[in-house]
């Protein structure tokens, strides 16, 4: 986030090319962000924001206690219920429900 600040995320996914050394220099291309139980969406926003506000191009929250996940980009960075996890250019698709079905 700056030369003094970082984010850790749960998963980090960048293109291919190079990232920086030993610390990531280039914002990932996909975030994803898993709630354990005694998380809050509420206190995730800021993150969230600052994730979009410095590059990244996608953020999956994906809380597996409710079953939900939520996807945010640039376009829409308030983000938005999804039953498919998305991402575009490189094109991914993961169905939430096998997803979820993975983590049981």
Known sequence: MSPTRFRVADVAVWRSGPIGQ????VPPFLVVEIL???????????????????????????????R????????????ALVDELRTQNPEITIPLAGLLS???
């Open 22 to 25: 030993r610390i990531p220099t």
């Open 36 to 66: 354990s139980p005694e998380d809050r969406l509420v206190r995730l926003q800021p993150k969230i924001r600052e994730y979009l506000t410095h590059g990244v191009e996608w953020v999956w929250v994906i809380d597996p206690d409710d």
């Open 68 to 79: 939900r996940a939520l996807s945010y980009s640039p376009a829409d960075p308030g983000g």
């Open 102 to 104: 993975a983590l049981d």
